[in-house]
């Protein structure tokens, strides 16, 4: 689950920065590009976890990490709605100012899932599972978090001096998490770590 939505959401970031520094030369390709992505991320909620799943390191039990999975599936949720959202901007041309005050929100959820998956206080990834998985799912939203807040700023306010900055950074933090999902989705391939 959280693999593969990280891949697909990463995909997804890469192609609206391409839009985002005019290399797509009709926004209808970046919709049906990011439309498919987000369709399919949606679709990663009813995929059982790979992570979060409690049986890598055995001190989990599948109830006891239901806050993990609910905060997960709801960032799920969130940035596949995100990614609909930026599709239908492409396909009919809607003004790209409300996507960019959805990142606003977005930014805030995400946020949110980035302090209680890095803070030991609250989350409990630190003390239950391995430093892998706290690494992976904190590195990922964090750079969730900086890029919703850039595209906020950017197609929110039109600030047309930070859009080839937001672009750029769209750029190289969708690779990233998409980089991050795809290692995530090789472990779970290879089989679960300390088997």
């Known amino acids: 689950m959280e ?20 290399l797509y030369s009709e926004s209808r390709t970046m919709g049906i590009l990011v439309g498919g992505l987000g369709i399919l991320a949606l679709g990663a909620v009813f995929i059982q976890p ?21 905060v997960m599936k709801a960032l799920i949720v969130t940035w596949g709605l995100y990614a609909i959202a930026v599709a239908a901007h492409g396909l009919w041309d809607f003004d790209e100012r409300a996507i960019g005050f959805y990142s606003a929100f977005l930014a805030v959820a995400t946020a949110m899932s980035f302090i209680y998956y890095a803070n030991p206080r609250i989350g409990s990834l630190a003390d239950q599972y391995n430093e892998s998985v706290w690494l992976s799912l904190s590195g990922a ?20 001096g930070l859009r080839a900055v937001a672009g750029w950074f769209a750029l190289l933090g969708g690779a990233v998490v998409a980089f991050i999902g795809q290692a995530i989705v090789i472990t779970m391939i290879s089989g679960p770590p300390g088997v």
Do not use: C, D
């Open 3 to 22: 693999g593969l939505f990280l891949l697909l959401i990463g995909a997804a970031l890469f192609s609206q920065s391409w839009y985002i520094l005019g």
């Open 50 to 70: 790979v992570l979060l799943n409690g049986t890598g390191t055995g001190i989990v039990s599948p109830e006891e990490n239901l806050a993990e999975l609910t």
């Open 141 to 160: 939203t964090l750079v969730l978090t900086v890029l919703a807040g850039m595209m906020f700023f950017t197609l929110g306010f039109r600030f047309q």
